[in-house]
């Protein structure tokens, strides 16, 4: 069993930045594949980022390509997303996941496992 717990999140302008941070429990977090994904009102949730064991891996949404970076840090147990040039319509609840597999990335939300509570990033215009 993981337990990923998000934080970070904020009410932030346009243009600017936040880091979101995903910390998770277990003694093999190196072992798990990890993801970011978004939802907001109505919607379904959206991949945004992925990233391997390593880190030699990582998938963006193509919209965030270039703005927001994937990283982990596997001996604190912990994955980021540094979100920069922010704009109103990346507004929604972020949520970090992980599954078992340490070589791939997933972007899709059923292959992954494991979902931590969500948390609010609110860009404003």
């Known amino acids: 069993q993981v337990q990923l717990v998000e934080s970070g999140g904020g009410l932030v302008q346009a243009g600017g930045s936040l880091r979101l941070s995903c910390a998770a429990s277990?003694?093999?977090?190196?072992?798990?594949?990890m993801g970011w994904f978004r939802q907001t009102p109505g919607k379904e949730r959206e991949f945004v980022a992925a990233?391997?064991?390593?880190?030699?891996?990582?998938y963006y949404l193509d919209s965030v390509k270039g703005r927001f970076t994937i990283s982990r840090d596997n001996a604190k147990n912990a994955v980021y997303l540094q979100m920069n040039s922010l704009k109103p319509e990346d507004t929604a609840v972020y949520y970090c996941?992980?599954?078992?597999?340490?070589?791939?990335?997933?972007?899709?939300?059923?292959?992954?496992?494991?979902w931590g509570q969500g948390t609010q990033v609110t860009v404003s215009s």
């Open positions: 996941a992980s599954r078992w597999d340490p070589n791939s990335v997933y972007y899709t939300r059923i292959e992954y496992v494991y």
């Open positions: 990233i391997n064991w390593s880190g030699t891996k990582t």
């Open positions: 277990g003694r093999t977090f190196s072992s798990y594949a």
